[in-house]
């Protein structure tokens, strides 16, 4: 049975990198990060865009699950709230063995890797503060729980396959 992998974490947490290891080591995979739904100039976040992306990233995921190519979906985003999953997952068809994994740290982890992201030019300083208030979102999600405050990207993809299979 196809097994649909969902990653969720507050922006910082290395969702990304985790998701591409974990597509490394689980075969045949395929990884779907939210974020490229979003990559858009000018940024524009609105109701019409937002709808559009959950349509975007679930037309995918569907394509994903109805292809025999494919074991593991790997699906990583935001999603800071359960009814985001659940909208997503409301969407889909077929068979599939759902995995729901929040990837949390440490707040001084998070200041530290989204500083490292400031510093590349990737995110700006004035997104910390918004990303400590939702840290607890993940806490509280119906989801499995890894902690990834001391963990190296390699470990985390290792723990989460580890659970899948």
Not at 62 to 86: K, P, T
Request: aromatic content about 8%.
């Amino acid at each position: 049975m196809k097994k649909l992998i969902m990653v969720n974490g507050i922006m910082g947490v290395g969702k990304s990198t985790i998701s591409e290891k974990l597509a490394d080591r689980l075969m045949p995979s395929v990884y779907l990060d939210g974020d490229w739904c979003w990559k858009m100039n000018p940024w524009a976040f609105t109701e019409e865009n937002k709808r559009m992306v959950i349509s975007n990233i679930t037309y995918l995921l569907n394509a994903y699950l109805s292809n025999s190519g494919f074991r593991y979906i790997i699906f990583c985003w935001v999603m800071h709230q359960e009814q985001i999953i659940e909208e997503i997952l409301s969407r889909l068809h077929g068979d599939y063995e759902l995995h729901k994994i929040s990837l949390i740290c440490s707040e001084d982890v998070l200041r530290s890797r989204i500083m490292q992201d400031v510093r590349k030019g990737m995110r700006t300083a004035d997104s910390i503060e918004a990303s400590i208030v939702r840290m607890q979102c993940y806490k509280e999600m119906n989801t499995v729980k890894i902690d990834v405050s001391d963990l190296t990207a390699t470990e985390a993809a290792e723990r989460i396959a580890s659970i899948v299979n």
